[in-house]
């Protein structure tokens, strides 16, 4: 196994422009989690699936921001309309937690994808 | 909602010193709380996790505490190196399925 992968790795795009990148969790993890961390700040939560099921989202995912899990698999996190606001890292987390708990698991990041807005 | 602080933000020693790192947190109804590690410009990475059963926890040179009625975790570093220059981040469950993390400690071991 080879860890978390996210790709791309670095994205460069004109405000306006839709992104999207893709992470690809542990392999035996049924749970994945997006993060976005700015310069200075530690990460902030986007949002998590189980399994397919998108389960919780942050108020910080606006309307412009939508990820999938398809399959329970890996997972997309589009932003379409981008903005300036919107350069970040963006960090993709995967875990193993037993259904119905509150227990988050040790969550297990990949190298990320580094958004810039121009 | 819980609120995640680290102390210091930032730190330099010299190579071989001890040193501790400290994170505290609002909420002590926590299942378990994570130290990680970033490199500028990387991913996290795991160090330690700690279960709130657990007063302790242990991975070579690395000690991570925790005092959940106190809402405190210590991160100690034995004998520090310059490859031990990173960010480290302590990240506790901020209510639902989520982590919430601090800021971090930038830590430089100095030749």
């Known amino acids: 196994d080879t860890g978390v992968s996210q790709d791309p790795r670095h994205k460069i795009t004109k405000r306006g422009q839709n992104v999207t990148f893709r992470c690809d969790p542990i392999?035996?993890?049924?749970?994945l989690y997006w993060y976005r961390q700015t310069l200075g700040q530690g990460p902030e939560f986007l949002t998590y699936?189980?399994?397919?099921?998108?389960?919780?989202k942050s108020r910080l995912l606006s309307d412009r921001f939508s990820a999938e899990r398809p399959k329970g698999s890996f997972s997309t996190l589009e932003i379409q309309r981008t903005e300036q606001g919107d350069s970040a890292m963006y960090l993709c987390?995967?875990?193993?937690?037993?259904?119905?708990?509150?227990?988050?698991?040790?969550?297990?990041f990949g190298e990320g994808s580094r958004l810039t807005v121009l | 909602k819980q609120e995640v602080t680290q102390i210091p933000a930032a730190l330099s020693v010299p190579e071989g010193e001890n040193l501790v790192l400290n994170c505290s947190f609002t909420?002590?109804?926590?299942?378990?709380l994570q130290w990680f590690r970033q490199d500028p410009g990387k991913g996290l990475t795991s160090l330690l996790l700690?279960?709130?059963?657990?007063r302790e926890q242990t991975s070579g040179r690395l000690n991570a505490s925790l005092d959940k009625s106190s809402g405190r975790s210590t991160l100690y570093i034995a004998a520090s190196q310059p490859g031990d220059s990173a960010t480290y981040l302590c990240?506790?469950?901020?209510?639902?399925?989520?982590?919430?993390f601090g800021t971090g400690t930038q830590l430089k071991v100095e030749l």
């Open positions: 392999s035996e993890h049924n749970r």
């Open positions: 699936f189980q399994n397919e099921a998108q389960l919780e």
């Open positions: 990240a506790v469950p901020g209510g639902g399925n989520k982590l919430t």
């Open positions: 987390a995967s875990s193993f937690g037993t259904a119905g708990t509150g227990a988050t698991g040790e969550l297990f």
């Open positions: 700690i279960q709130s059963s657990q």
């Open positions: 909420d002590s109804a926590i299942y378990n």
